[in-house]
Structures are given as structure tokens and as C-alpha cells.
């Protein structure tokens, strides 16, 4: 499986990026770690005209702390991402999930923004984003623009990226002494891509209890979907085994997964449940417990 | 004094022991050389070949106008093109109830599979030759597709192959007397269907070759990732009607074969076809989707099983309903018989069944054909059959490892024929459980095991495996079989240089099994030189005798036979050009790490070289009076029927009750194939295909839509085990030598994984089995699980 | 190669190498037939198996999904580069002696694999060993073999790269 041919450019400056993306239209593909564009151009299910690889371009690769945010530029290798001690510190839940992507070769070339904005349906990083609200800085040619995660995820393999524009950075909130977090996903297999998978951010109060929850869940529809039923039966406040029980099932009723080769509906449903369970009790009390 | 035709019994020294491979020197080290390795001489031309995304349809036109205009293609071929060029693929089976099924390289007019070749373009680079394929425009016809075991089985279904008028290729039935009246007199008769998915053996290496021409075109030089370099050498003969002795095919290092490569592929007829047209080499490398979509898939299979018992749970009368998916054509060398066949036979087991029936079918399909993968039926037939026997047990009471204990074949009752005939010579079979049974404290496990199998939220549950596994077939067995283009012997030609090194010219071929090692320590006993001075030649049909080659867990037992056949014969030799230099009798030389000499004397020696300086004529020495020049021998073993192997896998697994992943916990093989030559790579193979039985059982499926769409033609949704998955396997060994053969071995390639599939499937039952929950298919992913889970539960 | 090549300069084994080649050659064809180390092997083209792998910048990288042009100027070790002359290293000395090798396609790309994991973590436990060696594909050891060998090598060589 060899790629089809493309004109290839590797600018060394973001403003020179913008400027061959506004005037090559949509016949045009960004090369960010390329751990998920060159599957798709060796399989030739894309075939651009033009490849502009961002790997020259030093200044899109940062780890910013900017008034309570962690902006992560886009072209920040995962790898670094998740031994950074800023990010491990500051978002917890991002260096939860990380470790999950892919295999150490993938993470030591694929990026932050580069999964971000090729949104596979099982990626792991749009979850985190939806679940910790961040937001996405877009840019083209002389303009930026701030699109919450919420937004930005619009279909499996799309987002709200307009032609002409690319992903600059990511702004994750920091977590508080009030933040706890987690990460869980399970497959076919203990390596490989998902069923499900969950990022949990919740914020408890002085008396432990839970005062708000953020559940991103991933595999159960063409984007990444907030388990809103299981958000409002974990911040009516306990966290007991029942309610959280009660929160798993009421996400699973409310999501709309689909069928596939590798797992019906009804598991789909359950491994949700199960993952809620699963990541609220380890977000708590940072063990991993068998669901009830 | 005549030539010995059985080693002498203390001759056995370096065979028995795990000697470090001979081939890591060069596989380590990035030194392989794999046929996408072999030097491309600079002409060299580049194929890609246009595949149908149609699953049954006519071809209507092809319009390859656009890649013939590409810079960089030569050429566009068609059916029609090649056909000029060579004759289709036919099994040409000589097995009653047999329907063959004709194969033209490049499909005119019709496709049969998603994944059929159309056309082939010919190209100066990989790159430009896909650039080629995808401007090759095809129209079709879309006809309706069989996809499916049971609907392509209907009267109704389309017709894969229409002067045939039927899917159903294979159609044979057995029976022995008085079946019917057995099953009247059994107490309970215990019925079930086992279902198997379909899946393939994936190796690593995808496949590939490279065809030479030599002496304007008088040669025809093939490299082909293949394990039967001979039958593939022989079946380009026949289909370019070219003569044979012009023909060499050479396996390189071959990544990975497991009964995969053990087919013929049309695309190693275009490839030497088209090198003798164009007068250039042309060479073809498969990428992984086309591995996928195209290579020999397998184990397809339904089996319907009724077993009557007595009330202590002994079996008195079996039938088994087979069924087996064989794709859209009777793949050559073994054809949609393989399976369905072997399926039926093999499900007695090592058990003592003497009342049994059954009916077995292949059926056509618009899918990609099926054949041999590792284990090639017997893993779906020990499963059905080891299935049975936790049914048994359930249904009177006792504990499944007694349910065996009642039904096997007893120490003193081998050798034992079966009722259809095949002939289980030595082996362990009770011996084998309870020492498998001690190694993971099967006692202990039972006892401690809660009636619901639920602890810490796991269901746990312990699976047994006892099988027998056909191994080391020759003539008599292909023949049986009906396969009249596997001629069943195999040869070696083992010469010594007058330097006194040893080479040994095998008709094997090795994809990683240890050929370059193992066959080396046979030789190296036989002849009586270190290890260091023996190599090994397989693979070249330009340079071993021929043979049959590998597959069907044959390699020790044939040209390990061969070889020390050959090894006589010169070792004889050796002793009497010996004999007359040190004026002893012939009688007292024993060959010994690189000395001829008088046993018990090592001052009246020889060394090899020497011995060898006057064979080659190169010692002021005469060549005793009679005897030839040279030192080799050359000898074609014929193993006949097949030698049985046996051996019983346990393991014990945790269900996760909420997520149904699985975990192996503890898994322990007690394994008897005869005489072992080295432990380690024996234990290689038990590991290799155990953890092959894990993905068939956890993992593993290949799932055509109904259109007949292959739906996971990658290795991302294609799931193989990695390193997380996997326990750590304990192993025992027994040997429980044969006089089948001279070197007392039995095969054992396959084993790992005819063993692991049910053990593993037994283990998931058992810790199921607590809820009521009935495991009765392949594969049993998460998914799969839960249904079971929640449906034994009362929650669906 | 058909269209408009473009000159690449990387450093390969230790060695400086200039080439023109296709901006979509990829770097393990590159590496395979420009260079001639076929070491480096293909089983997938979409990153997943892992016979591909080389270190590029001195982490693992899957040399299929990386088109020479994009690593220019970089350094590339592959199989070759991290083999002695007549001698194995104590990570190939392990697989040798642990028979963690059949066919031995997918060899190489582990081999790369440990070099990395035992020089991140020289004293891995078998947990992981086996999480260090899950991102390759063998098909013919069942990994016990290997996972021993990345122990032994582990114990051998401690803090030395090999």
C-alpha cells in the first residue's frame, strides 16, 4: 500500500503554514506526527494534492502555563506531553489519558493536535477535551478564532476546521486541589483501540462530595457525547456505591450507540456503564475496583 | 553388511538437547534475506493487480486505457491475456464425492470473491504499479452473493460454480453397522452444535516472488514465500506447459508460513508467466490487505454432535453433521476436502468411540477460498469433541477431567485403529492428563471453586484439553486423501566435502520452525561430526531432491527420516573406506565427533576429512576395491500412513463479570511427540500456536457483510494477541517414541493451537457454567461474553 | 519513480547519505531499497505491527508511517546500526539464548523496541516488559520467549545500551 503522489512542503514558520493553506484550498492535507494521516494516505483513502508538514514549524510545539489554562501547542509530541510534569500536575486527566494512545512509537511522533483535529471517533483526546471543556485556537491567515470542544467535534473524522484554517494550540483548564479525575477505556484486546472509553473530571466540595462531574465518553456515537443523565445524579452530591451504580445505568440508557463487527449495542451500553463505575471510584479514590 | 535402516539406539547425542539456533545468526542481526530481500536485478518489472470489490458478478468491461498512459506501466493484462499464457488452477482430485473447481489466474468473465484478481499491471516500480491499478476503470455485473456457511448451503443459494449446479463441493457420509441400534441402547443422548468463526493465519511476512528468466528463457528461477517449493514447482510445469527441469523455485527466509504459504497462488503463475513474456524479471510483493482479503483463510465450521452414553458417561454411539465453508474455489494442494474432511475423522480424539457415523460437507462460497491453517480442522474437532465431554460430565454428575479419564483409549489398548480407520500408534494419553492435571492443581482448583465460579468479580473456570494430532502423513496418506498432486515422500541428499563438513540438501522448506538447527542435529548424530560442521539446505528445489514438503506437521518425521536414511548409507560407507585404512573389520568403526574409529580405541582413528580425502580421491590413499567416488548418499522416505501425536492442554481463566474481557491465568501443556531432537524449539511451537489459539478464541474473525464485503482487512480490526494478553505457558514433555519411522520423532507443529482452542473455550464454558451460561461457539469476544452473561441471568 | 523527486539528506547508521527520491517514498522503502537495509521490514503499512520500527532521533518510530523527506536531517538507526561486527549484543544475545525468535520477521522491529524500553527502564518488571513489548506483533513465538529474553537482557546489562 503506497500513497499516490503529492507536492510536499515543509515551512518552517506557522504564518507560512497559513498562507499555503488559504491559497491551496481543500485539495490540501496538514502532516502533524502523521501516526493517523499516513495509514489513511498509504491506504490512498485521501489523496492530497499538497502536504504541508508541520514538523519544521519549532514554534507550534509548547507547553504553556497562561492564567489558570495549560495551552499545549499543537504539534507537542503526546510523549512529552505525558511526562511533562506541568501536564501531569496541572491536568490530570490529560496525563490519564495519554498513556492509552496508541503504542510508544506512535506517542513518541504522534501529537496533541494532530489526534485533536483529525477526530477519529476513538480517539481518546477529543473525550478529554469535551470532558474538561477546553478550547480549541483555531487559525487562518490573519485571523483566530476560539471554538469550545463542544463545538468542535462534529462527526467521526470531521470538525468545525474550515478550509484555510488549522489547529494552533489547545487550552485545558488546570485542575484544582478540588479536581479528581480519571481515564478508563476497554477493547477486544488489552492493547488497540476501543469499545468504550471514558474521561471523568469531577470537582468535589469541602465535604468530599461531588460537586461537579464532567463524563466524556468515546465509542458510543460518531463524536464523543457527555453522559449528561450520570452528570446529574453525581452532582446531587453522593457518591456511594448506589448512586454511582445508578449514574452508570442512566448513562447507558441515554446513550445511542451503534453496532459493529466488534461489539453490539447492548455491550456497548454496559461497557458504560461499567466505565462509569469504574472511573468515578478511581477519580475518588484512585484505585481501579471491580464494578458492582 | 548391510546398510542399518533404524539409528542405533546410543546414537542419539546432540538430538535431545536445546541447541541455540543456527538461523538467529542471520535473522537477528537484520542479515534475513525475505523475498522482497532478494537482490532485484535492475530490469526488474512490478505487478499490481487490480482486485474485484465484487463478491459474485460478471465482468463487463475493463478500461485500463488511463494506466497504459501512465508513465511507468507497460502493461495491462487481462483473464483473457493470461489464459493465452497458462491454464487455469484445478485440484484434479481423485476423491469420490468431490466436485473440482476450475480457477483461471486472472478471472475472465466472472468473479467469485471480493478480492479476485481482474487484471495486472505491469509496472518499473511498487509505487507506479498502484498508481496504474487505480486507474484501471472495471464495469461489472452484480450478481447475488452465497456468503454465509448455512445460506450458501440452501438449495436456494446463488451458485458459485455454475456448470457444477450446486455449492455443496464435498458431500460424504460414513457409518459403521449398527449405529442406530447403539444410540437405542445409550442412557442419555447429549446433543449440541459448535460454531466456529472464520479466521486466518496471518503471518508476518506477507507473501511475494520474484521470477527470473535464464538462457533465453530456457530457465524459469522463481522465489516465492511458500512452503512447497516443489508443488509449486511442479504445478507451473503443468499450467505454462513448461518443462519441469527448467523450472527452480527457491524459498528465501520465509516470515511466518503456518499452512498459509503451504497453497499455490495465482499470482506466482502471472509472475512466471509474464517473466517468460517479457523476458525480465517481474516480481509481485503482497501488501497486507491483500494478504487479508486473498490469502487461504480457514475453520469456518459448524459441527452438530449427538453422543450417547452409559450411565457412567462412556460414550457408546457418536454422529457428527459437519459442515465447512470452503470459499469460492477448491484451493490447491489440499482443496475444500481438507477441512471437512479431517473435521469428521479427527473428532474421535483420543477417545475409545467404536459406534459412529457421520456427514460431512463443503460448501462453495462467494468468499476467498479456505485450506490449511495450522491445525487444519482438528482444532474445531477437539473442540467439538472436548465440548462433549464437559456435556457428559454435566449432565451425569461427575467432574469433566473423569468424564476423559472414562473414555479414553487405554495404554494397553494401542496401537489402536479407530473406527474410520486410522491407526493411533504410541502414545500417552492418560499418562498426559494427570500429569497436566497435577501441574496446575486441578484438585486444589475444584475444590476451592464456588458453584457460581464468581470471585472478586471474575467468573473463573478451568478448561482441559486432550487431544491427538495427525502428524508425519506420506504416500499412503495422500492418497487416502485423494490428493493426486502430493506425491507423499520426501528426500535428502546428505554429502560429505572432502574437507569432512557435512551438507545435508532436505526436500523442506522452513518458515521459521528451526529446519537450519534441528535437521542439523540428525545429521550430525548420524554422521558422527560436531554440530558445527553440519549444514542445511531447504527450500531449493534446484538443489534438494524432490519431495512434498511442509506442512501437516511432517517435517521431522519425513525429512528428519530421509535424512537419516541418507545419513546411513554414508556412515556405512565411512566405516568401510575406514575399515581398509586401518586394516580392522567394518564392524568395530564407530563413528564418533568427527572421528571414524575402532570402538574403544581412539589412537586407531580417523578423521572425517581423512576418511573423506580418499572417497574424493585426493590422498595418496586408494578408494577401497568396489567402492564408488564421492561421499553422499541420496534417499526418498516414504512415512506412509500418519504417526499420532497427543498431548493435553489446562488452563484456567478469569471472566470479567462486568466488561466479559477475558484473562488467562494459568495454562500448562503436557506434550508427547515422540522423540524430541530439541526441547527448545519444540516448546517455541507449543508457545507459538497456543497463543494462535488464543486470538481464535478471544479475538480473532474474519466477518464478510452479506454483500460478501470482507469487513476487517486490517490488522486494526483484524486482532492478533500481543504481549498483554498472553500467560506464561508451563510445559512437560513425554515421548512416547514410534517405530513408524527411523528416527522415532512425531510431529508437532500443530499442536499449540488444536490444544489451546478448546482448552481455552472449555475454561470460558466452565467459568460459565456456574450461571447456566452454554459455550458453544468461536470467538468469544467481550461482546459475546456478556450476551451469555446477561442471558444466563435472566437480564436480555 | 514517477513524479518530481525531491534531494533528502539524513544521517543513517551513523552515516551521512544523500539521495533524490518521491516526497511519498516512504522511509522504510527508502531505508530497504535505496540504502539496501533490509533489515527494517514491512508487515502493514498502517503502523500497527511494528517490523517496521527504527529509532529516529533515538526513539522508536514506525518507519512506515514517515516519508524520507520528512525526516531529513534527522538520524535513523535501524537493525544494521545497533549490530556489532561478529558479535550480538546482550539484547540479541538474550533472544538467542531464549529462542525469543521463529521466522524472525518481525525480529528486528522488537529488538529496536527493547533497545528503547531497557534503556527508559532499565530494571522492568514483567508487567512492563509485557506493556513495553505490546505495541509489536509476533505471530510465531507467542511473546513468552521474548518477554524472558527482555529480562535476561535486562539483568545483563544494566544502564548499557546494546
Given at each position: 500500500?503506497?500513497?499516490?503522489?503529492?507536492?510536499?512542503?515543509?515551512?518552517?514558520?506557522?504564518?507560512?503554514?497559513?498562507?499555503?493553506?488559504?491559497?491551496?484550498?481543500?485539495?490540501?492535507?496538514?502532516?502533524?506526527?502523521?501516526?493517523?494521516?499516513?495509514?489513511?494516505?498509504?491506504?490512498?483513502?485521501?489523496?492530497?494534492?499538497?502536504?504541508?508538514?508541520?514538523?519544521?514549524?519549532?514554534?507550534?510545539?509548547?507547553?504553556?502555563?497562561?492564567?489558570?489554562?495549560?495551552?499545549?501547542?499543537?504539534?507537542?509530541?503526546?510523549?512529552?506531553?505525558?511526562?511533562?510534569?506541568?501536564?501531569?500536575?496541572?491536568?490530570?486527566?490529560?496525563?490519564?489519558?495519554?498513556?492509552?494512545?496508541?503504542?510508544?512509537?506512535?506517542?513518541?511522533?504522534?501529537?496533541?493536535?494532530?489526534?485533536?483535529?483529525?477526530?477519529?471517533?476513538?480517539?481518546?483526546?477529543?473525550?478529554?477535551?469535551?470532558?474538561?471543556?477546553?478550547?480549541?485556537?483555531?487559525?487562518?491567515?490573519?485571523?483566530?478564532?476560539?471554538?469550545?470542544?463542544?463545538?468542535?467535534?462534529?462527526?467521526?473524522?470531521?470538525?468545525?476546521?474550515?478550509?484555510?484554517?488549522?489547529?494552533?494550540?489547545?487550552?485545558?483548564?488546570?485542575?484544582?486541589?478540588?479536581?479528581?479525575?480519571?481515564?478508563?477505556?476497554?477493547?477486544?484486546?488489552?492493547?488497540?483501540?476501543?469499545?468504550?472509553?471514558?474521561?471523568?473530571?469531577?470537582?468535589?466540595?469541602?465535604?468530599?462530595?461531588?460537586?461537579?462531574?464532567?463524563?466524556?465518553?468515546?465509542?458510543?456515537?460518531?463524536?464523543?457525547?457527555?453522559?449528561?443523565?450520570?452528570?446529574?445524579?453525581?452532582?446531587?452530591?453522593?457518591?456511594?456505591?448506589?448512586?454511582?451504580?445508578?449514574?452508570?445505568?442512566?448513562?447507558?440508557?441515554?446513550?445511542?450507540?451503534?453496532?459493529?463487527?466488534?461489539?453490539?449495542?447492548?455491550?456497548?451500553r454496559r461497557l458504560t456503564a461499567t466505565l462509569v463505575q469504574r472511573t468515578v471510584h478511581e477519580a475518588m479514590d484512585g484505585t481501579r475496583r471491580a464494578a458492582a | 553388511m548391510a546398510v542399518p535402516d533404524r539409528p542405533a539406539a546410543d546414537s542419539w547425542k546432540i538430538v535431545g538437547q536445546s541447541v541455540p539456533r543456527r538461523e538467529d545468526a542471520w535473522l537477528l542481526t537484520g542479515k534475513g534475506c525475505y523475498v522482497d530481500d532478494v537482490p532485484e536485478p535492475p530490469n526488474t518489472l512490478h505487478l499490481g493487480f487490480v482486485l474485484s470489490p465484487e463478491a459474485h458478478a460478471r465482468i463487463v468491461s475493463i478500461d485500463a486505457d488511463a494506466a497504459r498512459a501512465l508513465p511507468g506501466v507497460l502493461d495491462v493484462l487481462t483473464g483473457d491475456d493470461l489464459a493465452a499464457l497458462a491454464q487455469p488452477i484445478r485440484t484434479g482430485f481423485l476423491l469420490e464425492g468431490h466436485r473440482d473447481t476450475s480457477r483461471d489466474v486472472i478471472a475472465r468473465e466472472k468473479v467469485r470473491f471480493v478480492g479476485e484478481a481482474v487484471a495486472v499491471v505491469v509496472a518499473e516500480n511498487p509505487y507506479v504499479a498502484e498508481d496504474g491499478v487505480e486507474r484501471v476503470f472495471v464495469t461489472y455485473d452484480p450478481l447475488p452473493a452465497a456468503v454465509g456457511l448455512e445460506a450458501a448451503a440452501r438449495d436456494d443459494a446463488p451458485v458459485v460454480h455454475e456448470e457444477l449446479g450446486t455449492n455443496i463441493l464435498l458431500e460424504s457420509t460414513f457409518t459403521t453397522e449398527g449405529l442406530d441400534e447403539a444410540f437405542a441402547g445409550a442412557t442419555h443422548v447429549i446433543k449440541e452444535t459448535f460454531r466456529t468463526g472464520r479466521i486466518a493465519g496471518v503471518p508476518m511476512e506477507p507473501r511475494g516472488c520474484l521470477a527470473t528468466t535464464g538462457r533465453a528463457g530456457e530457465e524459469l528461477t522463481l522465489w516465492t514465500s511458500t512452503q512447497i517449493p516443489n508443488i509449486v514447482k511442479t504445478a507451473l510445469a503443468k499450467l505454462l506447459d513448461y518443462p519441469e527441469s527448467g523450472i527452480r523455485v527457491i524459498t528465501p527466509d520465509v516470515g511466518g508460513g503456518f499452512g498459509t504459504k503451504a497453497h499455490f497462488y495465482p499470482e506466482e503463475v502471472v509472475c512466471s508467466a509474464l517473466a517468460l513474456k517479457y523476458g525480465r524479471p517481474v516480481k509481485w510483493i503482497q501488501d497486507r490487505r491483500e494478504e487479508l482479503l486473498t490469502n487461504i483463510h480457514a475453520r469456518e465450521h459448524i459441527y452438530a454432535i449427538e453422543a450417547g452414553i452409559d450411565t457412567d458417561g462412556v460414550i457408546v454411539a457418536m454422529r457428527c453433521d459437519m459442515m465447512a465453508n470452503a470459499g469460492a474455489y477448491s484451493s490447491y494442494p489440499f482443496?475444500?476436502?481438507?477441512?471437512?474432511?479431517?473435521?469428521?475423522?479427527?473428532?474421535?480424539?483420543?477417545?475409545?468411540?467404536?459406534?459412529?457415523?457421520?456427514?460431512?460437507?463443503?460448501?462453495?462460497?462467494?468468499?476467498?477460498?479456505?485450506?490449511?491453517?495450522?491445525?487444519?480442522?482438528?482444532?474445531?474437532?477437539?473442540?467439538?469433541?472436548?465440548?462433549?465431554?464437559?456435556?457428559?460430565?454435566?449432565?451425569?454428575?461427575?467432574?469433566?477431567?473423569?468424564?476423559?479419564?472414562?473414555?479414553?483409549?487405554?495404554?494397553?489398548?494401542?496401537?489402536?485403529?479407530?473406527?474410520?480407520?486410522?491407526?493411533?500408534?504410541?502414545?500417552?494419553?492418560?499418562?498426559?492428563?494427570?500429569?497436566?492435571?497435577?501441574?496446575?492443581?486441578?484438585?486444589?482448583?475444584?475444590?476451592?471453586?464456588?458453584?457460581?465460579?464468581?470471585?472478586?468479580?471474575?467468573?473463573?473456570?478451568?478448561?482441559?484439553?486432550?487431544?491427538?494430532?495427525?502428524?508425519?502423513?506420506?504416500?499412503?496418506?495422500?492418497?487416502?486423501?485423494?490428493?493426486?498432486?502430493?506425491?507423499?515422500?520426501?528426500?535428502?541428499?546428505?554429502?560429505?566435502?572432502?574437507?569432512?563438513?557435512?551438507?545435508?540438501?532436505?526436500?523442506?522448506?522452513?518458515?521459521?520452525?528451526?529446519?537450519?538447527?534441528?535437521?542439523?542435529?540428525?545429521?550430525?548424530?548420524?554422521?558422527?561430526?560436531?554440530?558445527?560442521?553440519?549444514?542445511?539446505?531447504?527450500?531449493?528445489?534446484?538443489?534438494?531432491?524432490?519431495?512434498?514438503?511442509?506442512?501437516?506437521?511432517?517435517?521431522?518425521?519425513?525429512?528428519?527420516?530421509?535424512?537419516?536414511?541418507?545419513?546411513?548409507?554414508?556412515?556405512?560407507?565411512?566405516?568401510?573406506?575406514?575399515?581398509?585404512?586401518?586394516?580392522?573389520?567394518?564392524?568395530?568403526?564407530?563413528?564418533?565427533?568427527?572421528?571414524?574409529?575402532?570402538?574403544?580405541?581412539?589412537?586407531?582413528?580417523?578423521?572425517?576429512?581423512?576418511?573423506?580425502?580418499?572417497?574424493?580421491?585426493?590422498?595418496?590413499?586408494?578408494?577401497?576395491?568396489?567402492?564408488?567416488?564421492?561421499?553422499?548418499?541420496?534417499?526418498?522416505?516414504?512415512?506412509?500412513?500418519?504417526?499420532?501425536?497427543?498431548?493435553?492442554?489446562?488452563?484456567?481463566?478469569?471472566?470479567?463479570?462486568?466488561?466479559?474481557?477475558?484473562?488467562?491465568?494459568?495454562?500448562?501443556?503436557?506434550?508427547?511427540?515422540?522423540?524430541?531432537?530439541?526441547?527448545?524449539?519444540?516448546?517455541?511451537?507449543?508457545?507459538?500456536?497456543?497463543?494462535?489459539?488464543?486470538?481464535?478464541?478471544?479475538?480473532?474473525?474474519?466477518?464478510?457483510?452479506?454483500?460478501?464485503?470482507?469487513?476487517?482487512?486490517?490488522?486494526?480490526?483484524?486482532?492478533?494477541?500481543?504481549?498483554?494478553?498472553?500467560?506464561?505457558?508451563?510445559?512437560?514433555?513425554?515421548?512416547?517414541?514410534?517405530?513408524?519411522?527411523?528416527?522415532?520423532?512425531?510431529?508437532?507443529?500443530?499442536?499449540?493451537?488444536?490444544?489451546?482452542?478448546?482448552?481455552?473455550?472449555?475454561?470460558?464454558?466452565?467459568?460459565?457454567?456456574?450461571?447456566?451460561?452454554?459455550?458453544?461457539?468461536?470467538?468469544?469476544?467481550?461482546?459475546?461474553?456478556?450476551?451469555?452473561?446477561?442471558?444466563?441471568?435472566?437480564?436480555? | 519513480?514517477?513524479?518530481?523527486?525531491?534531494?533528502?539528506?539524513?544521517?543513517?547508521?551513523?552515516?551521512?547519505?544523500?539521495?533524490?527520491?518521491?516526497?511519498?517514498?516512504?522511509?522504510?522503502?527508502?531505508?530497504?531499497?535505496?540504502?539496501?537495509?533490509?533489515?527494517?521490514?514491512?508487515?502493514?503499512?498502517?503502523?500497527?505491527?511494528?517490523?517496521?520500527?527504527?529509532?529516529?532521533?533515538?526513539?522508536?518510530?514506525?518507519?512506515?508511517?514517515?516519508?524520507?523527506?520528512?525526516?531529513?536531517?534527522?538520524?535513523?538507526?535501524?537493525?544494521?546500526?545497533?549490530?556489532?561486527?561478529?558479535?550480538?549484543?546482550?539484547?540479541?544475545?538474550?533472544?538467542?539464548?531464549?529462542?525469543?525468535?521463529?521466522?524472525?520477521?518481525?525480529?528486528?522491529?522488537?529488538?529496536?523496541?527493547?533497545?528503547?524500553?531497557?534503556?527508559?527502564?532499565?530494571?522492568?518488571?514483567?508487567?512492563?516488559?509485557?506493556?513495553?513489548?505490546?505495541?509489536?506483533?509476533?505471530?510465531?513465538?507467542?511473546?513468552?520467549?521474548?518477554?524472558?529474553?527482555?529480562?535476561?537482557?535486562?539483568?545483563?546489562?544494566?544502564?548499557?545500551?546494546?
Open positions: 500500500m503506497k500513497p499516490a503522489p503529492f507536492e510536499y512542503v515543509a515551512p518552517e514558520s506557522e504564518a507560512e503554514v497559513l498562507d499555503l493553506l488559504g491559497r491551496h484550498g481543500d485539495d490540501v492535507r496538514l502532516l502533524a506526527g502523521g501516526q493517523s494521516l499516513v495509514p489513511m494516505l498509504n491506504l490512498r483513502i485521501v489523496q492530497p494534492a499538497v502536504i504541508i508538514d508541520l514538523g519544521r514549524c519549532a514554534s507550534l510545539a509548547y507547553l504553556n502555563d497562561e492564567n489558570g489554562a495549560l495551552v499545549c501547542g499543537t504539534m507537542t509530541r503526546q510523549i512529552t506531553a505525558e511526562r511533562s510534569p506541568d501536564v501531569r500536575q496541572g491536568c490530570p486527566l490529560l496525563a490519564a489519558a495519554l498513556p492509552y494512545l496508541g503504542g510508544k512509537a506512535h506517542r513518541n511522533r504522534g501529537t496533541v493536535g494532530g489526534t485533536l483535529a483529525h477526530a477519529d471517533r476513538l480517539a481518546e483526546l477529543p473525550a478529554v477535551a469535551l470532558a474538561l471543556d477546553a478550547e480549541l485556537i483555531v487559525r487562518s491567515e490573519g485571523a483566530e478564532r476560539t471554538v469550545a470542544a463542544v463545538d468542535f467535534f462534529l462527526s467521526d473524522l470531521t470538525t468545525s476546521l474550515e478550509e484555510g484554517e488549522m489547529l494552533h494550540a489547545i487550552r485545558f483548564p488546570k485542575a484544582g486541589t478540588t479536581a479528581r479525575s480519571a481515564f478508563a477505556e476497554v477493547g477486544n484486546r488489552r492493547h488497540g483501540f476501543a469499545v468504550v472509553g471514558i474521561a471523568a473530571a469531577l470537582e468535589v466540595d469541602s465535604d468530599g462530595a461531588c460537586a461537579q462531574a464532567r463524563l466524556a465518553a468515546m465509542g458510543v456515537g460518531a463524536t464523543p457525547v457527555r453522559l449528561a443523565a450520570a452528570e446529574q445524579i453525581l452532582e446531587q452530591g453522593s457518591l456511594s456505591a448506589d448512586a454511582v451504580c445508578a449514574a452508570g445505568d442512566a448513562a447507558a440508557q441515554a446513550v445511542d450507540p451503534t453496532d459493529d463487527i466488534h461489539a453490539s449495542v447492548a455491550y456497548r | 482443496g475444500a476436502t481438507l477441512e471437512p474432511v479431517g473435521g469428521v475423522r479427527f473428532v474421535l480424539g483420543p477417545y475409545h468411540i467404536c459406534n459412529y457415523g457421520y456427514l460431512t460437507r463443503a460448501v462453495a462460497s462467494h468468499t476467498c477460498p479456505a485450506g490449511a491453517y495450522r491445525g487444519t480442522a482438528q482444532p474445531t474437532a477437539m473442540l467439538a469433541i472436548e465440548g462433549m465431554m464437559d456435556r457428559i460430565a454435566r449432565k451425569i454428575g461427575i467432574d469433566p477431567a473423569e468424564a476423559r479419564r472414562r473414555n479414553l483409549i487405554q495404554p494397553e489398548q494401542l496401537p489402536y485403529t479407530t473406527v474410520v480407520g486410522m491407526v493411533y500408534d504410541t502414545g500417552s494419553y492418560t499418562e498426559a492428563l494427570a500429569k497436566a492435571l497435577e501441574m496446575i492443581g486441578y484438585e486444589d482448583y475444584r475444590a476451592n471453586q464456588p458453584a457460581d465460579r464468581l470471585i472478586d468479580g471474575k467468573y473463573r473456570g478451568i478448561g482441559i484439553c486432550c487431544y491427538t494430532e495427525n502428524s508425519g502423513m506420506g504416500v499412503a496418506a495422500v492418497r487416502a486423501r485423494g490428493w493426486s498432486t502430493l506425491p507423499g515422500f520426501d528426500g535428502a541428499l546428505v554429502r560429505v566435502a572432502s574437507d569432512g563438513k557435512v551438507k545435508a540438501f532436505i526436500s523442506h522448506a522452513a518458515s521459521g520452525q528451526g529446519h537450519y538447527t534441528s535437521f542439523a542435529q540428525i545429521v550430525a548424530d548420524q554422521v558422527g561430526v560436531p554440530f558445527a560442521d553440519v549444514s542445511i539446505v531447504v527450500g531449493d528445489t534446484g538443489q534438494t531432491p524432490a519431495g512434498t514438503n511442509t506442512f501437516a506437521s511432517r517435517g521431522t518425521v519425513t525429512g528428519g527420516g530421509a535424512a537419516i536414511r541418507a545419513c546411513l548409507v554414508v556412515a556405512d560407507k565411512m566405516k568401510r573406506i575406514a575399515a581398509q585404512v586401518l586394516e580392522v573389520s567394518a564392524d568395530d568403526i564407530v563413528l564418533e565427533n568427527g572421528l571414524t574409529m575402532v570402538q574403544g580405541v581412539p589412537d586407531m582413528s580417523l578423521t572425517v576429512r581423512e576418511i573423506a580425502e580418499v572417497a574424493y580421491s585426493m590422498t595418496s590413499h586408494a578408494l577401497p576395491e568396489g567402492e564408488d567416488y564421492g561421499l553422499e548418499a541420496t534417499d526418498h522416505y516414504d512415512a506412509g500412513m500418519p504417526t499420532i501425536a497427543n498431548a493435553v492442554h489446562v488452563a484456567a481463566v478469569a471472566v470479567d463479570a462486568a466488561d466479559g474481557t477475558v484473562e488467562v491465568e494459568r495454562y500448562a501443556v503436557v506434550h508427547d511427540c515422540g522423540r524430541i531432537i530439541n526441547p527448545m524449539i519444540v516448546d517455541g511451537q507449543i508457545h507459538g500456536g497456543a497463543v494462535q489459539a488464543l486470538g481464535e478464541v478471544l479475538m480473532e474473525e474474519l466477518v464478510y457483510d452479506e454483500a460478501g464485503q470482507l469487513q476487517n482487512a486490517t490488522l486494526l480490526e483484524y486482532l492478533l494477541p500481543t504481549a498483554l494478553d498472553i500467560p506464561m505457558i508451563e510445559i512437560a514433555h513425554i515421548e512416547s517414541v514410534t517405530d513408524e519411522n527411523p528416527g522415532g520423532f512425531k510431529g508437532l507443529g500443530e499442536g499449540g493451537v488444536i490444544g489451546g482452542v478448546p482448552a481455552l473455550t472449555n475454561a470460558i464454558a466452565d467459568a460459565l457454567a456456574g450461571i447456566g451460561a452454554n459455550v458453544n461457539s468461536n470467538p468469544l469476544k467481550p461482546s459475546r461474553i456478556t450476551e451469555l452473561i446477561d442471558g444466563a441471568l435472566g437480564k436480555t | 519513480m514517477s513524479g518530481g523527486t525531491v534531494e533528502v539528506r539524513l544521517t543513517v547508521n551513523g552515516a551521512d547519505v544523500v539521495r533524490r527520491v518521491e516526497p511519498r517514498y516512504l522511509l522504510v522503502d527508502f531505508l530497504r531499497h535505496e540504502l539496501g537495509l533490509t533489515g527494517t521490514h514491512i508487515g502493514c503499512e498502517q503502523g500497527v505491527c511494528g517490523a517496521c520500527t527504527v529509532l529516529l532521533d533515538g526513539v522508536t518510530a514506525r518507519s512506515c508511517l514517515h516519508f524520507a523527506v520528512q525526516v531529513a536531517g534527522s538520524e535513523v538507526t535501524t537493525i544494521e546500526g545497533v549490530t556489532a561486527d561478529g558479535t550480538l549484543s546482550p539484547i540479541q544475545a538474550a533472544f538467542h539464548s531464549n529462542h525469543a525468535l521463529q521466522c524472525g520477521y518481525c525480529t528486528p522491529g522488537f529488538v529496536l523496541t527493547t533497545v528503547e524500553l531497557l534503556r527508559e527502564n532499565p530494571t522492568p518488571d514483567e508487567a512492563e516488559i509485557r506493556q513495553g513489548l505490546t505495541n509489536n506483533i509476533c505471530r510465531c513465538t507467542g511473546y513468552v520467549n521474548i518477554i524472558k529474553a527482555v529480562a535476561e537482557a535486562a539483568s545483563n546489562m544494566p544502564g548499557r545500551e546494546g
